[in-house]
């Protein structure tokens, strides 16, 4: 009986060992912050240690694949062998599940020091003091700002603070099937091979006539000659409310929908003009090839004409499609010729809820990533064109030809105005989520254009009001 | 005495630690949450700054939100078709393998096994590839000379795919089915064919009357786990409910309100409410199984 006793106490204290060994094993254990540095020397920032005298560890975070993860890593490595009192913890994460889990744990106040940002987010996050102030590390010579264009530091504030970086810079544009084109036989008059030029929307859809006519002449069946981006794309919506509007943003500087009930009702005719003629694909069609892994997309299967997505990712296409010639070119411009290209970027952020050695090791981190040859030679055009340029042109010259093509794409229509424009403002990803319930009711044909956009302009304001 | 209750503990503490692990996992995982959660749906929260308190608000939202009555319909569709095709499919599986046939065994494991899998991912991407333009559906579909259509994104096919899947996974209520089918005595069968009943007239006056308590375990079950349901929806919609909102869950609604539009303090009285609809179902089943459910 005794025997019996000890036996299962023991067998019941072996089970809650297991469990607590169990836990301790998991991966979530990865993100343990502070605590134990937080006891570590709150030394004073001095810019010009080279390293903290105890080791410290440092949480980062991105979105991406498995190729993309090696290269954030290889980054890491990079920075570890230079600086070696400082060890980062790689917690990447699918884009899918990226911000569920970066919302989660910003909000159990466990966020990682170092974060990668996308532009919709990143207000809803700076404005709710989420993001460290970056001032202080380039005022203290931690982060280097020599090579950086100071209009891009600028740019990169929200609400006045600076609280993100841009991880390099691209430009949101179109690509376009040389091969698929010849094969339908029409020229569209545009030199576009030269970074030079594009269609205006009127010529847009103009050509998308001239093509689908042509290509049923030819007998090509589900041959698509594609949009001016999505109709649910906030990107693209912003892009042609600044170009057929005479520069008027989407956003207001302040929060806040920048354009009318009518010029909504326009952008959702537009689109369904494209379906309605056969130039774009049907509702069911493009939903399903939205959510389509690259390989599988119409337009990487040669069966769209025109696609749009960031420049940056010409590389990745152009080796999906090696019977295909792609080009890019620029979103239409205005009639009138002005163009009002975006340049485009995923930021980093620090941490508000580090504490100050985190904060300093992570502004070290992200001075290693942005200004030292060794870590941008890795990092390449991963994410656009490196933002220190003088290690930009360092890098051009060792680059394949494609990933040459996407830096003078980038660079020419820089030179030519590209900017950063409206940030978007804290709810913008609410507006998202409401004008893709809004595209898709009338490309579904559920309801019309007008319809379509009073109920979305309604919901927004309400949305915007109820954060300001 | 109290040497007695010493002794006592003593002989209870190995019970109590076998228990703690479980305690924990009640306490740290579904208690605390639970309670967090309900303060949090009296407030406006969007996981980053403070909750306010705001009382009923989200609770009084509701009412005239157009996407959470869009998400309701959804479920109570989804809840209403599914639960009965699957135990439809999980009865007559059962029934045909209930005699030990040659290689029954086999059979009854295979069409378990779908269950297994549960509401896995793997499963759902399994799913968008039958029912997309060129899955396998209209592949077949093709030879005999019919265009398909996008049966995922097209809006009023795509909540059927869903169900489709649900009723296919009847393998745990097939079990169940099957363990109490056996159990019924053969003897039952044997005078009602002596007195001349047929194969249709016992399953309805034998098989049905002693199934029923099985029948209400499984339709308990089957309704709190459908009213739950998630990933399927949020892999084949993408995490939108689309096309148009129809595969919008109530769950799926509530995660895209937490989780993509940083209203924690809705979500969390969006939870509430879909606990109590389980509740009132389940309570409502309970309450009619006097009528319909024979103990013997």
């Known amino acids: 009986m005794k025997i019996q006793q000890v036996l299962a106490t023991l067998l019941a204290a072996l089970i809650l060992a297991g469990c607590s060994a169990g836990s301790s094993g998991s991966p979530s254990s990865a993100t343990q912050p502070p605590a134990q540095a937080a006891s570590q020397a709150p030394e004073a920032a001095n810019a010009n240690t080279p390293a903290p005298a105890k080791d410290i560890e440092i949480s980062f975070t991105w979105w991406g694949d498995t190729r993309r993860n090696e290269i954030y890593g290889a980054v890491c490595d990079d920075f570890e062998a230079a600086n070696p009192g400082i060890k980062v913890i790689r917690e990447p994460a699918a884009f899918g599940e990226y911000w569920d889990k970066l919302s989660t744990r910003i909000a159990g106040g466990n966020a990682p020091d170092v974060m990668g940002i996308h532009a919709n987010f990143g207000s809803d996050l700076a404005t709710r003091g989420v993001l460290a102030d970056l001032q202080p590390y380039i005022d203290s010579g931690i982060f280097e700002v020599d090579g950086i264009e100071d209009s891009l530091i600028q740019s990169s504030r929200i609400n006045g603070l600076l609280c993100i970086l841009p991880q390099g810079i691209t430009i949101e544009c179109m690509y376009i099937n040389q091969t698929l084109l010849d094969e339908v036989g029409i020229d569209l008059g545009i030199d576009y091979k030269n970074n030079n030029g594009t269609f205006t929307y009127a010529s847009f859809l103009e050509a998308a006539k001239r093509f689908t006519e042509a290509a049923k002449a030819k007998g090509m069946d589900g041959v698509y000659f594609g949009a001016p981006g999505g109709s649910d794309n906030v990107a693209s919506l912003q892009y042609w409310s600044r170009t057929t509007l005479g520069g008027i943003d989407l956003y207001k500087d302040e929060g806040g929908l920048g354009i009318t009930e009518d010029a909504l009702s326009k952008w959702f005719a537009l689109h369904k003009e494209l379906i309605d003629i056969g130039a774009a694909a049907d509702a069911a069609t493009s939903l399903e090839d939205a959510s389509a892994p690259l390989e599988d997309k119409l337009f990487t299967r040669g069966k769209v004409l025109i696609s749009s997505t960031s420049a940056n990712q010409y590389s990745q296409y152009q080796a999906q499609m090696t019977d295909s010639e792609l080009y890019l070119l620029p979103f239409p411009e205005a009639e009138d010729g002005s163009s009002y290209n975006a340049l485009v970027a995923s930021h980093f952020a620090i941490s508000n809820q580090a504490d100050d050695a985190h904060k300093e090791a992570a502004a070290k981190f992200l001075n290693h990533f942005f200004n030292r040859e060794s870590a941008v030679s890795i990092f390449k055009l991963e994410q656009g064109v490196p933002i220190n340029s003088k290690l930009a042109d360092i890098v051009a010259k060792s680059l394949d030809p494609l990933s040459a093509y996407v830096i003078g794409f980038v660079n020419d229509y820089t030179a030519k105005g590209a900017r950063f424009w409206v940030y978007p403002p804290a709810g913008s990803n609410e507006f998202t989520q409401l004008l893709s319930t809004a595209a898709q009711s009338v490309s579904y044909g559920q309801s019309a254009p007008e319809e379509a956009a009073k109920s979305l302009y309604s919901e927004a304001e309400a949305a915007f009001a109820k954060i300001n | ?296």
Request: charged share 10%; proline share 4%.
């Open chain 2, 1 to 296: 005495m109290s040497g007695k209750k010493r002794a006592e503990i003593k002989r209870n503490i190995a019970g109590y630690l076998f228990l703690l692990p479980w305690l924990l996992g009640f306490f740290g995982f579904t208690i605390i949450p639970m309670i967090a959660s309900f303060y949090f749906s009296l407030t406006d929260y969007d996981m980053f700054t403070p909750p306010k308190f705001v009382g009923l608000g989200n609770y009084i939202g509701m009412i005239s939100d157009k996407k959470v009555l869009a998400s309701l319909s959804v479920t109570f569709r989804f809840v209403l078709m599914s639960v009965p095709l699957q135990l439809a499919a999980a009865l007559a599986v059962a029934l045909a393998l209930k005699k030990n046939r040659r290689g029954v065994r086999l059979y009854r494991a295979v069409y378990y096994l779908p269950s297994l899998f549960g509401g896995s991912i793997a499963v759902a991407i399994l799913w968008k590839k039958i029912f997309s333009q060129e899955g396998v559906l209209n592949q077949i579909l093709a030879v005999v000379g019919i265009k398909g259509i996008n049966w995922i994104a097209t809006p009023s096919t795509s909540l059927y795919t869903l169900i489709l899947l649900a009723a296919w996974q009847f393998g745990s209520s097939m079990v169940i089915f099957l363990a109490s089918l056996k159990q019924i005595p053969t003897d039952y069968y044997e005078a009602a064919t002596i007195d001349g009943a047929g194969k249709i007239r016992q399953f309805t006056g034998i098989t049905l009357p002693l199934l029923t308590p099985m029948v209400f375990f499984n339709v308990v079950m089957q309704i709190i786990n459908a009213f739950q349901s998630f990933t399927p929806a949020y892999i084949i919609s993408n995490g939108t409910g689309a096309p148009l909102d129809s595969t919008l869950f109530y769950t799926l609604n509530l995660y895209i309100m937490g989780f993509m539009r940083l209203r924690m303090g809705y979500a969390s009285a969006l939870a509430w409410v879909l606990l109590v609809i389980i509740a009132l179902f389940t309570g409502a089943i309970f309450l009619s199984a006097k009528k319909w459910v024979h103990y013997d």
